[in-house]
């Protein structure tokens, strides 16, 4: 097959082109425009973690229009803060949790989008307090609109998608000069955390382009993750396993982050190629999670696996190394939360409208509609028949 060829048909149909190019083209495979598709494990960690320096600087969270975000130090300081504010909001606010799902989720609700909107519900008092000005408020429930909801930005024309994105961040850089005139105090949410950050590279515009990482990351991947979740869950209704390992089985079939290119930063081989600054190598989380050498069956949904499954190497939904998702594991335990609070107190539906997945710069589920009952009414429903 010629790169032409490649890249003709993973336009057309990648998950498609991914399932027949892989494994049978080896570790890697050639697309046109000079980029490197990446699927063999080892190489693919060895390209995100850059211990060597092969690559340039790179972060997927805090990529902006300008290149990467700030010093690495910075980097890691506003990833360390923000840990600690996500969990103390996340855990004062888990008694809400069974209400919030009673609430947006029964009896229906239709997916992915209400994954989305549920997930940025329970965040969105951590990403701008809520006495926040209205205009800004307003702004953000847009931004999930118009920019993370799966298929959203297709909807629009690119003129529209410009003079919005425009718009939205200057409302946040507006928002963060105020919370920088306020001056110095403890941080009630993202804004205030990253006011806060100092620095030759913390300016106002790249850090109103890392807040919108920190929304995409909430709303957007980790909505798509419980959408994944409950669409596998309703697609093989018979399985017992613990929501921790339905999580990671989702993760590992879907990974939201399914492709994470690199800038080589000095010609070198990867995977038995030759690249150069000229290519760009492309790390395929999907395929490195679907390699037979790693995984048992790996086209088949068995959350049993993970029972004895510890840090396999062939498992990169987040990323690999430092650079990796600020709040990975957080966002893990908020699903591992949810999909409990549905197994343990409702019987649920399923209907699925679509087979494919939404594929844009993350992937996200098919659409269904999920169906949620008390198991209490269940029972007396039963008892009166």
Same mark, same amino acid.
Not at 89 to 114: F, I, N, Q, Y
Not at 167 to 185: D, F, K, T, W, Y
Not at 277 to 282: A, G, N, R, T, Y
């Given at each position: 097959?010629?790169?032409?060829?490649?890249?003709?048909?993973?336009?057309?149909?990648?998950?498609?082109?991914?399932?027949?190019?892989?494994?049978?083209?080896?570790?890697?495979?050639?697309?046109?425009?000079?980029?490197?598709?990446?699927?063999?494990?080892?190489? *693919?960690?060895?390209?995100?973690?850059?211990?060597?320096?092969?690559?340039?600087?790179?972060?997927?969270?805090?990529?902006?229009?300008?290149?990467?975000?700030?010093?690495?130090?910075?980097?890691?300081?506003?990833?360390?803060?923000?840990?600690?504010?996500?969990?103390?909001?996340?855990?004062?606010?888990? +008694?809400?949790?069974?209400? %919030?799902?009673?609430?947006?989720?029964?009896?229906?609700?239709?997916? !992915?989008?209400?994954?989305?909107?549920?997930?940025?519900?329970?965040?969105?008092?951590?990403?701008?307090?809520?006495?926040?000005?209205?205009?800004?408020?307003?702004?953000?429930?847009?931004?999930?609109?118009?920019?993370?909801?799966?298929?959203?930005?297709?909807?629009?024309?690119?003129?529209?998608?410009?003079?919005?994105?425009?718009? *939205?961040?200057?409302?946040?850089?507006?928002?963060? $000069?105020?919370?920088?005139?306020?001056?110095?105090?403890?941080?009630?949410?993202?804004?205030?955390?990253?006011?806060?950050?100092?620095?030759?590279?913390?300016?106002?515009?790249?850090?109103?382009?890392?807040?919108?990482?920190?929304?995409? %990351?909430? *709303?957007?991947?980790?909505?798509?993750?419980?959408?994944?979740?409950?669409?596998?869950?309703? &697609?093989?209704? +018979?399985?017992?396993?613990?929501?921790?390992?339905?999580?990671?089985?989702?993760?590992?079939?879907?990974?939201?982050?399914?492709?994470?290119?690199?800038?080589?930063?000095?010609?070198?081989?990867?995977?038995?190629?030759?690249?150069?600054?000229?290519?760009?190598?492309?790390?395929?989380?999907?395929?490195?999670?679907?390699?037979?050498?790693?995984?048992?069956?790996?086209?088949?949904?068995? !959350?049993? $696996?993970?029972?004895?499954?510890?840090?396999?190497? %062939?498992?990169?939904?987040?990323?690999?190394?430092?650079?990796?998702?600020?709040?990975?594991?957080?966002?893990?335990?908020?699903?591992?939360?949810?999909?409990?609070?549905?197994?343990?107190?409702?019987? &649920?539906?399923?209907?699925?409208?679509?087979?494919?997945?939404?594929?844009?710069?993350?992937?996200? !589920?098919?659409?269904?509609?999920?169906?949620?009952?008390?198991?209490?009414?269940?029972?007396?429903?039963?008892?009166?028949?």
């Amino acid at each position: 097959m010629t790169e032409p060829d490649s890249a003709v048909q993973f336009q057309r149909d990648p998950l498609k082109f991914l399932d027949q190019a892989f494994p049978a083209a080896g570790g890697a495979v050639w697309l046109a425009d000079r980029q490197l598709l990446l699927a063999e494990p080892l190489a *693919a960690r060895a390209v995100l973690v850059n211990g060597e320096g092969r690559y340039e600087d790179h972060s997927d969270f805090f990529h902006t229009r300008k290149g990467t975000f700030g010093s690495r130090s910075l980097q890691e300081e506003i990833g360390r803060s923000s840990r600690i504010l996500l969990r103390t909001h996340l855990h004062a606010r888990a +008694h809400e949790l069974p209400a %919030a799902v009673r609430k947006a989720l029964a009896p229906t609700s239709g997916w !992915p989008d209400a994954g989305n909107w549920f997930v940025y519900r329970h965040f969105v008092d951590v990403l701008a307090v809520p006495d926040s000005p209205v205009r800004l408020l307003r702004t953000l429930d847009e931004i999930v609109e118009r920019a993370v909801l799966a298929g959203a930005r297709q909807r629009q024309s690119r003129l529209r998608r410009a003079l919005f994105r425009f718009r *939205a961040l200057r409302e946040l850089r507006q928002a963060i $000069r105020q919370r920088r005139a306020h001056g110095s105090r403890p941080p009630m949410d993202v804004l205030d955390l990253l006011a806060g950050a100092v620095g030759p590279d913390a300016t106002v515009p790249e850090l109103a382009e890392v807040f919108l990482s920190f929304l995409f %990351a909430a *709303a957007g991947s980790v909505g798509f993750v419980l959408g994944w979740s409950l669409y596998l869950l309703g &697609m093989h209704p +018979h399985t017992d396993a613990d929501p921790a390992w339905v999580v990671r089985e989702a993760l590992r079939l879907w990974p939201v982050a399914w492709l994470l290119g690199r800038r080589p930063a000095r010609p070198h081989e990867i995977a038995g190629f030759a690249v150069t600054p000229e290519d760009e190598v492309v790390v395929c989380p999907y395929a490195v999670h679907r390699d037979p050498q790693y995984w048992t069956d790996p086209e088949s949904f068995r !959350p049993e $696996r993970w029972a004895s499954a510890r840090d396999p190497q %062939a498992f990169i939904p987040f990323g690999w190394g430092p650079r990796r998702c600020v709040a990975a594991a957080l966002s893990l335990q908020l699903v591992e939360d949810i999909l409990r609070i549905i197994r343990d107190e409702y019987r &649920m539906s399923f209907t699925p409208h679509e087979t494919q997945p939404s594929i844009g710069p993350a992937l996200a !589920p098919p659409r269904f509609t999920l169906g949620l009952t008390p198991h209490r009414l269940s029972i007396q429903g039963k008892g009166g028949d």
